[in-house]
């Protein structure tokens, strides 16, 4: 398994946005996992997909003007400041 941070933005609001926003979450909760709640449009999922099968799985809901980012997580190469429950899930999975 690999751990991912995944970024998205619902770039214009669109008529169907509320809708559009919920099914990309719905895609979301289809996997492993956690966010912490001062990074309002970010996850770390953890996966045996690849990086470009996560995408490709998440882009679906989205359109064309919407944006996503998708970056694999390695041992000793990432830092920042997290609350420590998501440490405690991110760092065991690594």
């Known amino acids: ?6 970024t998205w933005n619902f770039n214009k609001e669109k008529p169907n946005y509320a809708k559009a926003r919920a099914d990309f979450l719905k ?5 492993a996992t956690i966010r ?12 045996s997909q690849t990086a470009q099968q996560l995408a490709n799985s998440l882009h679906t809901p989205l359109d064309n ?11 000793s190469e990432y830092s920042g400041w997290l609350h420590s429950d998501i440490w405690k899930w991110i760092e065991p999975k690594l």
């Not at 895609?27 to 996997?31: A, E, S, T």
């Open 36 to 47: 912490d709640r001062d990074l309002e449009s970010v996850r770390f999922f953890s996966t």
């Open 27 to 31: 895609v979301l909760d289809g996997y």
């Open 65 to 75: 003007n919407d944006a996503l980012f998708v970056s694999w997580l390695r041992p």
């Open 1 to 6: 398994m690999a751990v991912y941070i995944v």
